[in-house]
């Protein structure tokens, strides 16, 4: 459900690798349900970054029960 990435993507490795990381616990025996968010100004790259993760190998085996994306936008109801 993630956005693809767009054609300009730029990698951006230790922020990337980071976010991996608390993502994929390695002392728990499966994935549990976790709500994710991103906050900051706008135009720094979060939502591609978030969509980078959610097309990760590890992070779609990890989450082999699919991965919901919610877009909820500046003033959500």
């Known amino acids: ?3 693809d990435l767009p ?3 730029v990698q951006r490795p230790r922020e990337f690798d980071r976010l991996k990381e608390h993502l994929l616990v390695p002392t728990c025996s499966g994935p ?3 709500t994710t968010a991103l906050a900051g100004a706008g135009g720094f790259g979060k939502t591609t970054l978030a969509a980078s993760l959610c097309h990760d190998e590890d992070i779609e085996q990890n989450f082999d029960e699919g991965i ?5 936008g500046q003033q959500p109801h």
């Open 1 to 3: 459900m993630a956005p």
């Open 7 to 9: 054609d300009t993507f």
């Open 32 to 34: 549990v349900a976790i």
């Open 68 to 72: 919901l994306w919610v877009t909820l």
